[in-house]
């Protein structure tokens, strides 16, 4: 079966300590991307990555990592630096040929 | 700086009717745009797109339209269906997507029966 990959779906964390969230895909996408949604906000770019042991910052990178050690992975990792970290994150992958990214069912982190 | 801007946070449309969904941009080099659906606590779907070298896309009960003059694009949705009500997102991109997708706030669209 086909897809995208997140877990876990619900993740609860204490403050600064840091969290991975993975993302798993197996449609044989090159490219990677993480996205975050806070609530009445449309999606921020994180990080991405066109091929394996490449990545990128997006427009909101600092407090986040990543690392593209495979290309079915794209582990985000939330570290303590990150300010606000409670969110919805999202990620996507696309062909790299192409525009139309394609999304996973997200994970919800909560920092208490 | 809000490149992508969907200025109606909500719209509500009664079921068989037109729902039209708008979305403006500043960035000039944008050359492509994606609709996205999404419900909550889940990822978006992608709906439809268009490319600047054309001005309309339709896809079944989808339509979107571009207005490259104006950085305006619109989805029409018709006839609407208890279904279609989710918070639709724009997105936008130039140079093959390569550094992401820039997304409006979204509008949430209701549908009534």
């Known amino acids: 079966d086909g897809g995208i990959t997140q877990s876990p779906k619900y993740l609860f964390r204490k403050e600064g300590q840091n969290v991975t969230l993975s993302c798993e895909q197996n449609l044989n996408h090159d490219a990677m991307y993480w996205y975050r949604q806070d609530p009445g906000q449309g999606l921020r770019l994180i990080y991405y990555s066109q091929i394996v042991n490449d990545f990128q910052k997006g427009d909101i990178a600092e407090g986040y990592s990543v690392s593209r050690e495979k290309k079915e992975s794209f582990p985000l990792t939330v570290t303590s630096a990150q300010k606000n970290p409670t969110a919805f994150y999202l990620c996507?992958?696309?062909?790299?040929?192409?525009?139309?990214?394609?999304f996973g069912p997200g994970t919800r982190l909560t920092v208490l | 700086d809000q490149q992508v801007k969907q200025n109606s946070p909500s719209l509500s449309v009664q079921e068989g009717r037109i729902s039209i969904l708008n979305c403006d941009y500043t960035n000039s080099m944008f050359d492509y745009f994606l609709w996205y659906k999404k419900y909550p606590a889940e990822g978006p779907t992608f709906l439809i797109s268009?490319?600047?070298?054309?001005d309309k896309n339709e896809d079944g009960r989808f339509t979107v339209f571009l207005n490259k003059s104006a950085k305006h694009l619109s989805l029409h949705i018709v006839p609407s269906q208890p279904g279609d009500s989710a918070v639709y997102f724009c997105?936008?991109?130039?140079?093959?997507?390569?550094?992401?997708?820039?997304f409006g706030k979204g509008t949430h669209l209701i549908i009534q029966p």
């Open positions: 996507a992958t696309d062909r790299g040929s192409t525009d139309t990214q394609y």
């Open positions: 268009i490319s600047s070298i054309k």
């Open positions: 997105a936008a991109t130039s140079g093959g997507g390569a550094d992401g997708l820039t």
